[in-house]
């Protein structure tokens, strides 16, 4: 049976090996037991009833809350070459009815239904008639009241596995289950605890980043000016804050979308639209947006406020690099925003609930201040174990040097106080570079001692200053008609010189993708391709597939095929025009083919992660460096593939690695440092031990100790 599973994982999707927990989930439902799903966004959770619906007689219905995915979802299924529709309020009467009426006529492997419809008794009169080996319950932590998007109509899930003929077997899939959702999802749905199949939440190609005390508009202009070409989201509190970006982004002539509540269903949807198809690349939002995309090439989600917990905050930054593409998440902390979503909860909820929202609140604003992993944070919110450090988030890798900046706090602060702490942060900030504002002179700000005692700056740098005291508590903001500023009984020990104030250097914004010709021929290609058929861009191919493709440079049919993410229906639709632009850039750049030759001679006939490719050059012994050459990949790149292998329990040895005088110095510099966090490791290390040395041994003394 598995045999067949993998056949068609790879027919039809274009994938060689199943993900962790892929397998299992199959096999349990292939046995017919009820089952739980949990994996994180992205971990290929509908491939887990997909295959089942393809291997088993009859029709799997599949019940989702996300009527707008729906239709993207069958369409994926369509051009993957297997039969599937949905039925939702979307659908005229008529529609509905000659969907079901095809598929009692056994038209399709998969019915995409939205919950509503299960309270029609005809509908599941209807249902009786088909034979259903298979119920999929998407999103099921809707079943449940503690989950955080309860949906009643759910409720009746379980009375249609039990009316059905057949006996279905129900699976349940969700990404977000605290141990207590996951409990009431298998109460409710007659599911045996011990049939839970659970993956890890460490989603390993994003970087998590927290960003405090700096301007967040400079930063995201910036960022977005560097990574114009990719997708990505900016997730705002409130409706007036997206609206006030969209307004900045639009004048600095960035393509961007909107969405909120406010908006009209018509204005959003069009606007959702544009960001599927890869016309706006930047979608401005609030919370309201993202249920229900699927849209796998996004390639950043910012957060430019708090959000008001941490269930939200992983679901909306897990929207980013589900195409397993490396990915970035970036949250814009100020303290200020604290007291909005304060506010937002105090309005939105009946009193009973406040108090559990304000401590959820509390760990949300926990993470900010966190100086260790933040990927270990996250999963040791959600009840797992804390993991090694990951190596990849803004605490795990941060060098940026401190300054110390005591003095000028303490002028800041002492103007702060002279002025009467009644003004907000720019009067403040003119006041200390002496400007001639006649506001200033009429309230005689200019014969304060501290009047221009920063002139050598701009008040838009002072003013940066002053949001960084802010987050460093030391400066307060009253929320009156104007926000003004207030010194903190933290800020008055700076001031009385008990406390000392450091400053980090501004984090510098990443470009997130190389410039690749090739990958943006292709890009083009299937835009232009997936307007002619009238799907968004990423149901043709994933980032992912492209990115393979420009490495694989596919230009017969046997190598389209062992592009990870073609199978057969695609490679029949889209084979040949992507062939041809491979041929026609190698053409052009012959350089690029005998640069990827060797990659080529190791793929040979097989098709395989990239990462087995290292691999076998590892056991050929040679050396990071070497392989890296010949492979035409970063070093770092080789390392995070022979640390994927450890992971996958390959034998890696570390002395081909890590020369053994290092040994002695990395174990006694993790004894010394703890195992954390990565940088105080590296930082008692010599220059030459990389973070991926340090990664490679805290996993094999890991797995030393579990083994002993
Ligand atoms: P989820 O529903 O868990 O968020 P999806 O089912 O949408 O995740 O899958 C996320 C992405 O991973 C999709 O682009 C999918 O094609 C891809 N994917 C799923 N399974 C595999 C696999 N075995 N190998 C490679 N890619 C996979
Ligand atoms: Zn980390």
Redo the contacts with the bound molecule.
């Keep these: 049976m598995l045999e067949q599973a993998r056949q068609l ?1 790879q027919s039809h ?1 274009g ?1 060689s ?3 962790s927990g ?1 397998e299992l989930a199959i096999e349990q439902v292939m046995k017919g037991r009820n089952t739980i799903c949990v ?9 887990c009833y997909q295959i089942p619906a393809l291997l088993l007689p009859g029709m799997t219905v599949v019940i989702s809350p996300l009527i707008s995915l729906m239709k993207d979802q069958v369409d994926a299924l369509i051009e993957a070459g297997i039969s599937a529709a949905y039925v939702n309020s979307s659908l005229s009467a008529r529609d509905v009815h000659d969907t079901i009426e095809a598929a009692k006529q056994g038209a399709y492997k998969l019915l995409y239904i939205a919950p509503e419809r299960l309270e029609s008794y005809t509908f599941i009169e209807d249902l009786k008639e088909i034979p259903i080996p298979l119920i999929a319950v998407d999103e099921a932590h809707c079943v449940s009241q503690w989950g955080h998007d309860f949906r009643p109509s759910y409720r009746h899930i379980q009375r249609l596995a039990e009316v059905l003929p057949g006996q279905p077997a129900v699976l349940a ?1 969700t ?1 977000t289950a605290t141990p207590r959702v996951r409990r009431d999802i298998c109460q409710l749905l007659s599911i045996d605890e011990a049939h839970t199949v659970m993956t890890g939440f460490e989603r390993s190609n994003l970087s998590f980043s927290v960003i405090q005390g700096q301007d967040r508009l400079a930063f995201i202009k910036e960022y977005l000016q560097k990574n114009q070409k990719e997708a990505g989201i900016i997730y705002a509190a409130t409706r007036k804050a997206v609206d006030q970006l969209y307004e900045k982004l639009t004048k600095w002539g960035i393509p961007a979308a909107r969405y909120h509540a406010g908006m009209s269903d018509d204005e959003r949807m069009r606007e959702q639209d544009r960001f599927l198809a890869d016309e706006a690349l930047v979608m401005v939002a609030t919370n309201a947006f993202g249920m229900g995309i ?1 849209k ?1 090439n996004i390639r950043y989600v910012i957060h430019y406020q708090l959000p008001k917990n941490m269930e939200s905050y992983y679901q909306e930054a897990g929207r980013a690099g ?3 593409l490396d990915s970035e998440c970036t949250l814009l902390y100020s303290p200020q925003d604290v007291q909005t979503q304060r506010f937002l909860i105090d309005q939105s909820l009946e009193a009973g609930r406040i108090p559990g929202e304000l401590q959820k609140l509390q760990l949300m604003v926990d993470y900010c201040h966190t100086e260790s992993c933040l990927q270990s944070y996250i999963v040791h919110y959600f009840g797992e174990e804390p993991l090694e450090p990951c190596g990849r988030c803004s605490n795990c890798t941060d060098a940026r040097d401190s300054v110390d900046v005591t003095k000028e706090a303490q002028m800041v602060l002492s103007c702060v106080v002279r002025m009467g702490q009644r003004y907000g942060k720019t009067m403040v900030a003119q006041v200390l570079t002496g400007s001639k504002n006649k506001k200033i002179m009429e309230f005689g700000f200019h014969t304060l001692s501290t009047y221009g005692i920063l002139q050598e700056q701009s008040v838009k740098e002072v003013s940066g200053f002053i949001d960084f005291l802010i987050s460093q508590e030391l400066l307060g903001v009253e929320h009156g008609k104007f926000p003004t500023i207030f010194v903190t009984s933290q800020g008055k020990e700076v001031l009385l010189g008990r406390q000392e104030v450091e400053r980090k250097e501004a984090v510098k914004t990443k470009q997130l993708a190389s410039d690749d010709p090739l990958f943006e021929e292709l890009r083009g290609l299937r835009k232009r391709l997936a307007e002619r058929v009238g799907v968004p861009p990423f149901v043709i191919f ?1 980032d ?1 597939t492209l990115k393979d493709m420009c490495i694989k440079l596919p230009q017969s049919e046997e190598e389209f095929l062992a592009v ?2 073609v199978g057969a229906s695609k490679l029949e639709k889209y084979g040949e025009p992507f062939m041809a632009a491979v041929s026609a850039f190698c053409e052009k750049h012959p350089e690029r083919e005998k640069a990827s030759g060797v990659s080529r001679n190791v793929r040979g006939t097989r098709k395989r992660d990239s990462h087995l490719d290292t691999y076998e050059l590892y056991k050929q012994q040679l050396s990071i460096e070497e392989i890296a050459k010949e492979r035409g990949i970063t070093s770092s790149t080789v390392e995070n593939h022979l640390l994927r292998c450890m992971e996958e329990g390959m034998e890696v040895a570390l002395s081909g690695w890590i020369p053994e005088p290092y040994w002695p110095l990395i174990d006694q510099a993790i004894q010394e440092a703890g195992r954390e966090k990565l940088k105080p490791i590296k930082e008692l290390l010599p220059e030459e031990v990389t973070y991926g040395m340090i990664k490679a041994f805290l996993t094999r003394s890991l797995k030393e100790k579990i083994s002993e």
Aim: net charge positive; hydrophobic share 25%.
């Design positions: 994982l999707f994938y090996s199943f993900r892929q994996m994180p966004t992205g971990g290929g959770k509908s491939i899939l990404a699927d796998s589900r195409d397993g994933s992912q990870s993410g």
